[in-house]
Every structure is written in C-alpha cells, then in structure tokens.
Nanobody, 115 residues
Framework: QVQLVESGGGLVQPGGSLRLSCAAS????????RGWYRQAPGKQRELVAT???????NYADSVKGRFTISRDNTKNTVYLQMNSLKPEDTAVHYC?????????WGKGTLVTVSS
C-alpha cells in the first residue's frame, strides 16, 4: 500500500524559509511523478510545483523564483524548499504521487507565515 508522509511545516516569519519533505513507502517511486499542492482556509487546493520521474519541474506563477522542488529517488522522498515566504503562502501543503492514472495523497503539513 502506498503511503505518503509530509513533514517540515511550521510557523515562520515573512521572508523566512522552510523545507518540506514527503517520504513515500513502497517501491518503484522513481517512476512516479511527484507534486506539491496547497489549500488555504476557504480556498480550493492549488498546484504549487511538480517534478516528473525524469526531473522536469513546473511551478505555479505565485511561487516561481522562491520555491524549488527536488527529489531523491534513493530515499523515495520529494522536497519543497520555500524561500522568501509571504503571508499568502499560509496553507496546508500536500504532496502527491502519480503513476499510470493512480494518484496518491499525503495528509498534509501546515505552513503558517506570520509575524
């Protein structure tokens, strides 16, 4: 059974940084596309960044130049380095894994940007 576990969220001041991690159980995750999404209170879940099995990345316009997605296939883990954080980045951040039409989600980690 596929399980995704996010970590690294917390409270940070505007302009600060956080690194989120998403560890996956199971095998063959190097073949999966991976992504980070977020959902702020009262809003729909939105894409933050994705990375394909081949390493191609894609970012939402709102985070380009500030966030970096990466993956370590030896650890079945995907990361989201978040710099220059803004209050509008406050949200529950979720990771996912996609392969052959199947989509798996973690339970999320809360990021709060506030002074």
């Amino acid at each position: 059974q596929v399980q995704l576990v996010e970590s690294g969220g917390g409270l940070v001041q505007p302009g600060g940084s956080l690194r989120l991690s998403c560890a996956a159980s199971g095998s063959f995750f190097r073949f999966y596309d991976r992504g980070w999404y977020r959902q702020a209170p009262g809003k729909q879940r939105e894409l933050v960044a994705t990375i394909t099995s081949g390493g191609t990345t894609n970012y939402a316009d709102s985070v380009k130049g500030r966030f970096t997605i990466s993956r370590d296939n030896t650890k079945n883990t995907v990361y989201l380095q978040m710099n220059s954080l803004k209050p509008e980045d406050t949200a529950v951040h979720y990771c996912n894994a996609v392969h052959r039409g199947m989509v798996y989600w973690g339970k999320g980690t809360l990021v709060t940007v506030s002074s």
